[in-house]
């Protein structure tokens, strides 16, 4: 449905220009930009408030008041008690925004950016229509998330362009950091726990402090709707809460309009990169400490290369809305009182989510390493399976890394190459920023992975670190999977269809879809749609040759076919172990088996796999594909989520695993 | 032929000076008499009318003589035609294109200043200094651009009569008068909509009746409806003709012979029962007319919608009317005590004028509002009060919008709303200071702009967010003056100055010339209509924000070159809520076909209204206009039990118009 005007609109920003705002940073006075008038166009309908008249508001709204009463009754407490206990909530969630800790923060973050980043580039007629957007409507920010610069960033740029600063939905974790949580506070950021789901009374403060804020167009809201950061580089699939919540306001009639606007942050580096890779191979993710944010220091010694900021195109939810949402469903009840919001809403807000994600993955901008490091990995598991020397001479590289340019170009992909230099000084150039990932020896190009087994580390260590270098390529061979997961699905299924006949391709199309609903954004129920455009777009690759029952692929396709299959062949791979293993697991367990039980179990049959060459991708080990995986099988029904005891209990089911496996099964037979 | 407003009533011996003295302590908001010698000349020549007739039923003591037909009557005398507001050839005193009197209109005069002609408003022969600067500022709109109308309906414009013979013979044997002349025959196919007068101004018709009678009573009624039904004859009822619901047009597709049914000439108060405090009239009497009448008198029904200079009972009672004093004297469902309607299935009535009953539901209810779909509406009986002693005005001027409809909500919390309480945004403030007339003293000007200080610069109102409530007081002196304290209070605690008797009375007279004002930007080329809902409380401040934005929106969407006035009013309170007008308007130079483009406007708006909880209709009804959106109203089976009663009352469809269902 969104489909069309989208590929449109991506056509069309592609037009907008970058802009570096670090240059100019360089060139005059950090302290006086800090220091600068700031004067920021405002919603037209805005009700000037302080953060405590904010917070006097929500105390005293009549949906938080009804739920207090509610929450009173239904637990015996007092009331006054359970509005001293609303009142603690909002003390810790609400942000506090103040203008000289914004202030201090232009002041030190341009100095901090200068020294890790070559330039911030930003579109500024993004920001010329984030301006408009601000004055006429409620405005939601929501920018990608990869890393904790994000949000910091998006205020920088905000200030920077004289726009209303944001207040912005963080994590509880921040709040942990002595100081800087509460810097960040003054600097717009409020404060949610990680999951209250069941907190009734949580909930109303929470939800009744972000529509006031919206409502009053206080400032606009920015909150990431992937949820977290994305420890792969490839986006999450969309969380509702908050989105549900920001829009609550427009289905219910109390704001005219609310305009989302999707935010796209691409990293050449991000600083997290080594940080990931070892929190998603099992080692947990240190708590965020002041103290850990100094340690962090050596980054700052370190060459990030640039950032691209691209605010997208606004997204009335009124017009998207239009037509297909009853807002009438709200006429018979005080509007106060919670109400479920009907299956139209639903629909229509999920498929909003996956079209902001879709959004933010069109306007990301890919640098020339993202298509090297995908070539080197490949080459990398070709050699392993093959025995020849992994590496690539560095023409040949280039050679391969032009056709993959011209490729993603044209499936539609941002891509930064810098046309007016010589492809092998575009190359080596930006190997030379990944000095950890890559090495260059005798004129030939290779993973820096470690090299011979030393004699103290185990097999196991080995493998493990070799991971990290695996797993950080891999986060940058993920920022385009997004360009070529359609045809890729397509390349997939006629693998496992082995057949071209257009409704077994599509057959098997669509389980593959479902299966990798949680890996990739999939617009649900857009199956057809994704289908047929997909095979637009290898007619136009000519890669296939589409007709109305069948397909042939032509001579020349078979190259293209076979990268985009072997794009996805990690991931069938690794959902195929981890259904081997769900299989294995209740053959010798009985049926169920605990959720804490299976993530190590499953590490360790991965491990044995790879360590016995019975699986060439130690990507798989990535605990991100195994949760997506579970999801998968549990979507499927291949395997049940049982409630109600303390650990999540998981249940095989026998005949839906094995169907799996021979659904999967065929792969190798083709 | 002699027709008397006022046949023998009950006797009443009050005097005519007594009911003199209500009339001057009476502010009129209609016509000003005061203002006006020619308009005191033509009530006196009336009250001596009616001072003669009370003499005589005092004489003869003949109570309640009143069902007897006038069709009877004499034709010879014809010398007071002057006390009928209505004649038959309503194109006589009316426009056949526009709205009201042919002689009351606005006009730009050759200074380029704005005036209204005519002598029967207070603003009629002054000139409007602000109205050109503002009417050419809000829409963009230029003195030089005209869009005059087809001064002269061309009589090729309609299609000739399609008579059913048998009925027309039959209908003459009745001596009920008739007419196929096209002008009687334009006059009665259309309403007030937008779309009905710009077709007019265009010389445009569409399907039109083939035929007006002109019932002079009940019995009357009751043979011509005996006639359509026995010769297949579609009738449609006409009133007043103010519809703004598309409720008059003639169904296109209709292939029998359309015959407007004229309640004009029924205007007979029949008698008044000062015990019970009721009246008896017949439906066809306009609004103004009543009241006058009731007046001299010394009672009111208080019932006076903005169209009561032209609307007539049986309409009110058609459309579940509401008047601007309802909260004194209650809606028209408020006010009706008995009421007789001819239906294809006979007379329908109560047997009794018991004050309320357990019998089943309301048959009333099934007449009150069935837009003419069900049968004509004859006689009615309606409470009436005693005029009150004492009138006053006011006005209260609010920072913004929302502390106006929070001071609102709290009046009507507090159940202490004054006989009428409006709220106007600041759009419609700014448009009722452009109609300020001019004034003729150096010191009033000088106090004004006084006041303009006072009110943005001392108070620091902003004169782009302020708003301006007006309010009526009506009562005992004591209790007025009692009454006015308790209301201004209140606005007081939400930031409400008084804002002086002026500026409310001004608001009340506009509602008059108001629709006036439509012909003159018609001149211009901006067109523009009106439109009402009713809502809860609590939605009141979003409906509003969310319709006037979305007027806007689809105006510019829809190709409109110039911003619109997108405004409206809060101008009833109840306990549950309020009634919303919107004002609309747009120039509409460079657009091929303007009235598409309105009607997908005003569609939006309507779609928008019911999406923020709003109602279908306060009081304009459905008509044709509205009725797509009727099932999610009512519901299926609310749809089921209004067609069944058709279907029962006039399995024939005589009363063919289409409204409603």
Known sequence: ?670 | MRRLPLTPVTASHRSAPSIHKHGSSMASNISGSSSSSDRQRVAQHRLRVIAGHLQRSAESDSVIQAAECKASVSESVAADSETRTVPRRRQEIMKWNGWGYSDSRFLFNKKGQAEFTGKRYRLSGLIIPGLKDWFEGTFGANLQHKSPATPILNSNATHPPNLNKAFVEELKSTGVPFSHDTEDRVFRAHGHCLHEIFALREGKVGRVPDMVVWPNCHNDVVKIVELATKHDVCLIPYGGGTSVSSALECPPEETRSIVSLDTSQMNRILWIDEKNLTAHMEAGIIGQDLERLLNEIGYCTGHEPDSMEFSSLGGWVATRASGMKKNIYGNIEDLVVHIKMVTPQGVIEKGCVGPRMSTGPDIHHFILGSEGTLGVVTEVTMKIRPMPEYQKYGSVVFPNFEQGVACLREVARQRCAPASIRLMDNEQFKFGHALKPQVSSLFTSFVDGLKKFYITKFKGFDPNHLCVATLLFEGDREKVLQHEKQVYDIAAKFGGLAAGEDNGQRGYMLTFVIAYLRDLGMDYYVIGESFETSVPWDRVLDICRNVKARIIHECKEKGVQFPPLSTCRVTQTYDAGACIYFYFAFNYRGLSDPVHVYEQVEHAAREEILANGGSLSHHHGVGTLRKEWMRETISSVGMGMLKSVKDFVDPKNIFGNRNLL
């Not at chain 1, 939601?140 to 890393?147: C, D, G, I, K, T």
């Not at chain 1, 004129?443 to 493998?463: I, M, N």
């Not at chain 1, 391709?505 to 749609?529: D, K, V, W, Y």
Request: net charge neutral; with cysteine; glycine share 6%.
């Open chain 1, 1 to 670: 449905m969104f489909s069309p005007t989208q590929h449109g609109e991506s056509m069309l920003k592609k037009k907008d220009e970058f802009e570096d705002i670090l240059e100019e940073r360089r060139n005059s006075s950090d302290l006086r930009y800090a220091l600068r008038s700031y004067t920021p166009p405002l919603y037209k309908e805005v009700t000037p408030a302080t953060a405590n008249e904010l917070k006097d508001m929500v105390l005293q709204s009549d949906p938080l008041c009804f739920v207090v009463r509610q929450v009173s009754t239904e637990s015996g407490r007092p009331v006054d008690e359970v509005q001293a206990e609303a009142s603690a909530i909002l003390e810790e969630m609400a942000h506090g925004l103040q203008l000289s800790t914004v202030r201090f923060f232009a002041f030190t973050l341009s100095k901090v950016f200068k020294t890790l980043f070559r330039s911030i580039h930003v579109n500024e007629d993004g920001i010329q229509r984030l301006q408009q957007a601000v004055q006429e409507n409620p405005v939601v920010l929501l920018p990608s998330h990869r890393s904790y610069l994000d949000f910091l960033l998006m205020s920088y740029i905000l200030y920077t362009y004289d726009t209303p600063l944001p207040v912005i939905a963080a994590g509880m974790d921040f709040m942990g950091m002595k100081m800087v949580g509460e810097m960040l506070r003054k600097s717009g950021a409020f404060f949610i726990r990680r999951s209250f789901g069941g907190d009734k009374l949580y909930w109303a403060v929470f939800s009744e402090y972000v529509q006031t804020l919206l409502k009053k167009g206080y400032a606009p809201i920015e909150f990431f709707l992937e949820g977290t950061r994305s420890r792969t580089s490839k986006s999450l699939t969309p969380k509702l809460g908050l989105l549900n919540v920001v829009l609550e306001p427009f289905f219910k009639g109390e704001v005219y309009d609310v305009t989302l606007l999707p935010v796209s942050i691409s990293y050449e580096r991000i600083l997290e990169e080594s940080l990931y890779a070892r929190e998603l191979l099992g080692v947990p993710k240190p708590k965020e400490s002041t103290s850990g944010l100094f340690k962090a220091r050596k980054v700052l010694s370190e060459d990030y290369g640039s950032i691209h900021v691209y605010f997208g195109q606004p997204v009335s939810v009124r017009k998207l809305s239009e037509g297909r949402v009853k807002r009438s469903q709200f006429n018979l009840m005080p509007r106060h009182i919670p109400k479920r919001p009907g299956e139209d809403i639903n629909k229509v807000v999920i498929e909003l989510a996956y079209q902001l994600v879709q959004n933010q993955q069109a306007n990301m901008v890919l640098n020339p390493f993202v298509l090297l490091a995908t070539l080197l990995l490949q080459n990398h598991h070709q050699s392993l399976a093959s025995g020849q020397k992994p590496g690539m001479k560095l023409q040949e590289l280039t050679d391969r890394a032009l056709w993959l340019r011209d490729l993603s170009r044209l499936f539609g992909a941002c891509l930064q190459w810098p046309d007016d230099r010589p492809p092998a000084e575009v190359v080596s150039s930006s190997l030379r920023l990944h000095p950890g990932l890559v090495t260059i020896s005798e004129g030939r190009v290779q993973l820096a992975l470690p090299g011979e087994p030393h004699g103290a580390s185990s097999p196991e260590e080995e493998l493990f670190n070799q991971a990290v270098i695996i797993l950080s390529c891999v986060s940058y061979r993920n920022q385009m999977l997004h360009v070529f997961v359609g045809p890729a699905l397509v390349a997939s299924a006629m693998n496992i269809s082995s057949s071209t006949q257009k409704n077994e391709i599509a057959n098997s199309h669509s389980f593959l879809r479902n299966m990798f609903f949680h890996e990739f954004i999939l617009c649900p129920g857009g199956t057809n749609q994704d289908l047929s455009m997909s095979f637009d777009l290898l007619e136009k690759a000519r890669a296939l040759d589409v007709f109305s029952h069948h397909v042939l692929v032509p001579e020349e396709g078979h190259r293209t076919l076979s990268f985009l299959s072997s794009l996805l062949d990690p991931f069938l791979q690794g959902y195929q172990v981890m259904e081997t293993h769900g299989r294995s697991c209740c053959e010798s367990k009985g049926d169920t088996l605990t959720d804490k039980q299976f993530v190590p179990d499953v590490r360790k049959f991965i491990v044995k796999q790879i360590l016995a060459g019975r699986l060439k991708y130690s990507e798989v080990l990535s605990s991100d594909l195994q949760k997506n995986a579970l999801a998968a099988l549990s979507r499927l029904g291949a395997v049940q989520k049982i409630k109600g005891s303390v650990l999540g209990n998981l249940k095989v089911n026998k005949v839906m695993v094995n169907w799996l496996e021979d659904t999967l099964g065929e792969k190798e037979a083709a």
